[in-house]
Structures are given as C-alpha cells and as structure tokens.
C-alpha cells in the first residue's frame, strides 16, 4: 500500500511541474473560458432572466457554473495528454515494468489532472461573490466537491482516450468532438426546462449535465432555475461517472499496452 502511494504521489508530483512549465496548457485552460463567459455573458445578460423577482439571475450569473466546469474540462483533460508524450518519450515504458500496479499510474494521472484543475478553476470561483452570487461555507464546500468529481471523471476519460492514441492531433480531434458538445448539452448555455423532445433525451444521459447541475444548486438562490434535477440524482450520477471512469482507465492499461 505504501508502494503505491509512493508512486502515485511521484507521478502525480511530475504532472503537476510539467503543466506549469508549459505555459500555453495553463492559458489555453483558464483564458478562453473565461473569455467566453465574459463576452458571451455580457452580450446576453439584458435578454435573459431567470427566476422570480427575489431569485432572479441575469445570463451572466446563469452562464458561471457551465463556465467553471468548462474550464475543470479544459485542465483536466490538456493534462492528460502527457500520456501520449509520455509514451513517445520512453518514460511510459519504464513506468509499465515498474514492480507496481497499474492502479498506481491511473491514479497519479488522475489526482494530477484534479489539482491542476483546481488550481485554475479556484480563482474563477472564488470571484462568484462579486457577480452576485452565494458563496457561504457549505455552497464552497458542496462546490468543492461537485468540482472534484468533474475533473476526476474527465480526467479519467481523457487518459482513457490518451491511452489508445498516437497523436496529439487525435486527442484534439476527440476534444473537439466529444466533450465540447458534452458540454454544450449539459445546461450550461440554456436551462433544462422546455427542451425539445429530442434533446431532453440526449441531456438526460450526459453526465455532465448532473454535474452543471450540481453546481446550480449550490451556487444559485433556490427556485431561480426551473427543471433541475434533485441534488441526490446529481451526486449518485457524478459518483458513478468517477467510478466508471477509474475502472475503464484501470482496465485498458492492462489489457492494451500502447508501448
């Protein structure tokens, strides 16, 4: 057990230099999030309202947890990239014929790409309160760990995907195409209520949709937001989706070796 927390915190350690030595991963995680949020929100926030007159939101409000996650996205997942430098650099084979576990690489990639998601996404959170938003001690700590889930899982499905490419070009290209429009169905750009039949359903079975919701609970005054789903479905979904995502991570790196 010592052994492989050991090595995990070993890896983890090299993951967390190796991003901030590479700035253009630090400002290609944090700045277009947050340019998005600031120009999409503001060019929106006199068109939409949300809530009654006691909880009403403007799009700005509304826009800053579908923003945050989008930047847990951004991090978690530009991290695990490494994987695939990893390999070509020879340091992933050294690591394979370790007297260690492959839980051990899983989770030092997966704890890595969690705290540099925080460590990006922190200083946008903590500026909620001067947009107008809640912010006490249980909606930080709620937020902690809804956000905790999110970089984890995509995390966990970012070195699942890592795992089995050679180019970083088709790790973009898998980016592009499969968890930008997670996120774009996840409530983050519209509410969950009075959705076409045919996106509710793709909305209902995206994960992060739970995890966006989450954080609209947490941070948004009760009843602002109509069509959300229970807190306890949220949890149970994120839960499931970081478990899935270690074990699928786990599972490939013993059954494909990728050296």
């Given at each position: 057990m010592n052994d492989i927390i050991l090595a995990s915190a070993s890896l983890w350690r090299r993951e967390m230099v190796r991003f901030y030595r590479d700035r253009s991963r630090v400002i290609g995680g944090l700045v277009p999030p947050v340019m998005f949020w600031f120009f999409i929100g503001s060019g929106l926030s006199g068109s939409f309202n949300f809530g009654d007159k006691?909880?009403?939101l403007n799009y700005r409000q509304y826009f800053f947890p579908g923003t945050l996650v989008l930047i847990f996205l951004f991090t978690a997942v530009f991290?695990?990239?490494?994987?695939?430098?990893?390999r070509k650099e020879g340091f992933l084979q050294s690591v394979m014929v370790a007297p260690t576990p492959r839980l051990t690489i899983v989770l030092g990639k997966l704890f890595g790409a969690a705290s540099l998601a925080f460590l990006q996404g922190l200083p946008f959170l903590v500026a909620a309160p001067f947009i107008g938003l809640n912010l006490d001690p249980a909606s930080l700590l709620g937020a902690f760990l809804v956000l905790f889930g999110v970089a984890f899982s995509l995390g966990g499905l970012g070195f699942v995907m890592a795992w089995q490419l050679d180019s970083a070009q088709g790790f973009h290209a898998f980016?592009?195409?499969g968890l930008i429009p997670m996120w774009l169905m996840s409530g983050a750009l519209f509410p969950l209520a009075n959705l076409p039949g045919w996106?509710?359903?793709l909305v209902k079975f995206?994960?992060?949709t739970y995890c966006v919701a989450a954080l609209q609970r947490e941070l948004f005054?009760?009843?602002?937001?109509?069509?959300?789903?229970?807190?306890?479905?949220?949890s149970a979904v994120i839960a499931g989706f970081c478990a899935m995502t270690l074990a699928a991570a786990v599972w490939i790196t013993g059954r494909n070796q990728r050296l």
């Open positions: 006691e909880a009403a991290s695990t990239l490494s994987v695939i430098e990893d980016m592009n195409m996106l509710a359903v995206n994960p992060l005054p009760a009843g602002s937001v109509a069509g959300l789903p229970p807190m306890w479905l949220c």
